[in-house]
């Protein structure tokens, strides 16, 4: 059974395992059933099935607490959001994932929600905005622009005024950053990104230590709809598994990409708070194991000049999303709900498991055109 003495990178191979019994599976099987016979610990999969529990089992101590896995990230952020109460105030970063900046503003516009948007790297104005607040949503990094919020002053604010604090932790991961331990009372994860880690299955999770939360979360799951296949947790629990030789091996060759991409002749601007002149820099320094796989860059010469970059590129993937092995590129903009905020020419990079020599030789000469 796992031992909670046991390093992190040693409870990622070993928690979520069936009971070590002689001539038992080592994984947890692939269960292909929607009905169970009565008087089991489960009877019909939408409640829960032995793989959503073992994927549960693994993640929550890696945040902290227990999590309740959703069909998708936004499966999971729309059940934190229905369990707000009608006309329920909700202080967000300007900058938020694309879906869930998208999700806001229409539960805002029919007047589900009351939406109060936010600069969220600027922490004396957030204050100002938590008095009447019921949520703070916070995204550390954020999507696209990678800006740092102080998770812990966040936290104080909003706990100040009876506030509950959201952390979407997808770009960190439960290795980079812990925003429970800062403050934060929920935290979201798109495990579609770098816990399940090879780009073939979409699933959420969300983690809290609050009991009833837990129930609550569970039950918006059941009555949602949002219940993940039986398939996807077994593929997310799988990937979870070489998470942290991942994580080191992506974020080593970010930080290496992103040094060398200062000063490109093709390259207006990199973000990337591992760098020493990054605006989050320190912030990211003092609450982060490290800087993350994500950088963005603004292209010299506007929005044609990164498409053009993006679509030269043979090893660097041209394609949304993020955290998988393989490294990704894309031109934000060119999705129709992405924040206008966000400059035409910005790229967003999702560094991979490659050789960095070879990442780096072939997104140079793409820039270079």
Same mark, same amino acid.
């Given at each position: ?6 390093a992190v990178e040693t409870r990622l191979v070993h928690d979520g395992r ?36 073992? /994927? ?164 918006r799951r059941t009555l949602l709809g949002a219940t993940p296949g039986a ?97 990704? /590129? ?6 129709? /709900? ?32």
């Amino acid at each position: 059974m796992p031992d909670d003495s046991w390093a992190v990178e040693t409870r990622l191979v070993h928690d979520g395992r069936p009971a070590p019994t002689p001539g038992a599976p080592l994984n947890q099987p692939v269960e292909l059933a929607s009905t169970y016979y009565a008087g089991g610990e489960t009877e019909y999969a939408r409640d829960g099935t032995r793989g959503m529990w073992a /994927l549960e089992e693994a993640v929550g101590p890696l945040e902290g607490g227990g999590a309740v896995a959703f069909a998708s990230g936004m499966a999971a952020a729309n059940a934190i959001l229905d369990l707000l109460p009608a006309g329920a105030t909700v202080v967000a970063a300007r900058f938020t994932y694309t879906g869930v900046a998208a999700r806001l503003r229409e539960l805002d516009a029919v007047g589900r929600i009351r939406l109060r948007t936010v600069d969220i790297a600027d922490t004396d104005a957030i204050v100002k905005a938590v008095p009447g607040a019921d949520v703070v949503w916070v995204e550390s990094p954020t999507n696209p622009v990678l800006e740092i919020a102080d998770i812990r002053a966040i936290a104080a604010a909003a706990h100040s005024v009876g506030a509950l604090v959201v952390c979407d932790n997808t770009f960190a991961t439960p290795l980079g950053q812990q925003p429970l331990e800062l403050g934060a009372d929920v935290v979201l994860h798109s495990a579609t990104k770098a816990i399940g880690g090879h780009s073939d299955c979409l699933l959420g999770i969300v983690v809290t230590v609050d009991p009833g939360r837990l129930d609550a979360l569970r039950l918006r799951r059941t009555l949602l709809g949002a219940t993940p296949g039986a398939l996807e947790c077994y593929l997310v629990l799988r990937g979870l598994r070489t998470l942290a030789l991942r994580h080191q091996r992506s974020q080593a060759s970010a930080l290496e990409i992103a040094n060398k991409l200062v000063g490109h002749p093709a390259v207006d601007r990199v973000r990337y708070p591992g760098l020493a002149d990054d605006p989050g820099h320190d912030l990211a320094s003092a609450q982060m194991t490290g800087p993350g796989s994500l950088i963005s860059i603004e292209v010299r010469g506007g929005a044609d000049a990164a498409q053009a970059a993006a679509e030269r590129t043979r090893l660097w993937v041209h394609a949304t999303s993020l955290g998988g092995v393989e490294s990704l /590129l894309e031109r934000r903009r060119r999705w129709a /709900l992405e924040n206008p905020l966000v400059p035409e020419s910005l790229l967003r990079l999702s560094v991979g498991i490659e050789d960095p020599a070879d990442l780096w030789a072939d997104l140079d000469r793409a820039l270079r055109g």
